[in-house]
């Protein structure tokens, strides 16, 4: 996502408290944080990102990714893992 100047931190803080998001990362590029977000179904993906993240003051632009498969020789299964 990115954010305004100045607010990464304020921002990465507030989704870090939200139920869903369970990891947030600044990054360098195009983008100033990716959220990592773990949800029952894509309907409640949809109210996590549009109801919930899209209002935090100083978030500007989102764009969702989701994983159909991994890829890994970590155990990516269970670090995903809803339960």
């Keep these: 996502m990115n954010v305004n100047a100045d607010w990464t931190g304020r921002v990465?803080?507030?989704?870090?408290?939200m139920p869903g998001?369970?990891?947030v990362y600044s990054v360098a590029g195009n983008y100033d944080l990716v959220a990592v977000?773990?949800?029952?179904?894509?309907?409640s993906?949809?109210?996590l990102v549009s109801?919930?993240?899209?209002?935090?003051?100083?978030v500007v632009r989102t764009?969702?990714?989701?994983?159909?498969r991994v890829y890994s020789?970590?155990?990516?299964?269970n670090l995903f893992s809803l339960d």
């Design 12 to 17: 990465a803080s507030e989704l870090s408290k």
């Design 73 to 77: 020789k970590h155990d990516l299964e």
């Design 37 to 43: 977000l773990r949800a029952k179904d894509n309907e």
């Design 63 to 68: 764009e969702t990714l989701i994983a159909f």
């Design 45 to 47: 993906l949809a109210d």
């Design 21 to 23: 998001v369970s990891e």
């Design 51 to 58: 109801e919930t993240i899209r209002q935090v003051p100083g």
